[in-house]
């Protein structure tokens, strides 16, 4: 008889910040939890019309999920307990998926998340590292520059902004805005 890994299996609080088709029954999730920080894990017949899982996951919901860790990880129950009211809709939690790294908790942002509608992506941005406090525009240095660039990771003014050719409206945060 061959050996076999031990399952690990986890239970934390989750905002669920992306959800991705795979297959034809199967999704994969984006999840922001409380203990690992950003996790993406697979949820086998989620499509399914039957699925339990299914109303417990869509973007914006925060759940009690439980995963395992076999081969990769696998969410296997859910339990919705509240959504999150997000003053610029979904778009915030796409990127917080493109800037959360993966597995690393990081309890300032969850709490400031928590905290809907208080917080702004200039103070997320400070926990993730990325302080625009100290930031200066990527082209000409300028002091406190507005919008962030996810792809690139840099700083631009109002003067210089994005290059229309190179920017993508999914990857620029204006720094002003509320969480």
């Avoid at 499509?47 to 076999?70: C, D, Q, Y």
């Avoid at 129950?77 to 778009?91: E, I, N, V």
């Avoid at 905290?115 to 002091?143: F, H, K, N, Q, Y």
């Amino acid at each position: 008889m061959g050996y076999t890994e031990p399952m690990q299996e986890y239970v934390t609080d989750a905002v669920v910040l992306k959800k991705n088709p795979l297959g034809d029954l199967d999704s994969r999730y984006t999840l922001f939890t409380k203990r690992f920080g950003k996790i993406v894990a697979k949820a086998k017949s989620s499509r399914k019309i039957t699925s339990k899982l299914a109303a417990h996951l869509e973007p914006g919901t925060m759940a009690k999920v439980r995963f395992i860790e076999t081969k990769g990880t696998q969410l296997i129950d859910a339990l919705k307990f509240s959504a999150l009211m997000l003053p610029h809709g979904l778009g915030d939690l796409d990127f917080l998926a493109q800037l959360l790294p993966d597995a690393e908790p990081e309890p300032a942002l969850w709490d400031l998340l928590m905290e809907t509608g208080r917080g702004s992506w200039a103070e997320a941005l400070a926990i993730l590292g990325w302080d625009p406090a100290d930031a200066a525009c990527a082209v000409c240095g300028a002091a406190k520059p507005p919008y962030f660039y996810i792809p690139r990771q840099e700083f631009y003014c109002r003067t210089h902004g994005m290059p229309a050719s190179k920017a993508r409206a999914d990857a620029v945060l204006s720094i002003d805005a509320r969480l």
